[in-house]
């Protein structure tokens, strides 16, 4: 989920700095976020990484103040990290019950 998140991030920078009204340190705020995450999936094993994740997806969602369509993206990326984390609770859930079907 990360790698994709930054390639889109990535990707919008081309756009972000062909626009007029988009300063050049927006333009690498955007960038810098895209090469975090890209960073962060080093450390996807960590205890810490899901709530790193989680924090970097709330900056993405701050991208409104930089333009409308970049909020958006932070906005449809956090229902997928939404579903993933709720998936991610129910498999823990199960795996604690021993009703996933390996257990059986």
Same mark, same amino acid.
């Given at each position: ?14 756009? %972000? ?7 050049? $340190? ?5 960038a ?6 890209? %960073?962060?999936? $080093? =450390?996807? /094993?960590?205890?810490?990484? %899901? ?6 997806? $709330?900056?993405?969602?701050? /991208? =409104? =103040? ?7 993206? /932070?906005?449809? =990326? ?12 129910d ?10 079907? $390996?257990?059986?």
């Amino acid at each position: 989920m990360l790698v994709l998140e930054a390639i889109v991030l990535l990707l919008a920078v081309l756009l %972000l700095a062909k626009r007029d009204d988009i300063t050049t $340190g927006e333009t690498w705020a955007v960038a810098a976020l895209g090469v975090l995450m890209i %960073l962060l999936c $080093g =450390f996807v /094993g960590k205890p810490w990484a %899901l709530g790193a994740a989680l924090g970097l997806q $709330g900056l993405l969602v701050l /991208g =409104f =103040f930089i333009t409308p369509a970049l909020g958006a993206v /932070g906005v449809l =990326f956090s229902l997928a990290w939404g579903w993933v984390t709720w998936m991610r609770q129910d498999v823990l859930k199960r795996m604690a019950q021993g009703r996933l079907p $390996g257990q059986q």
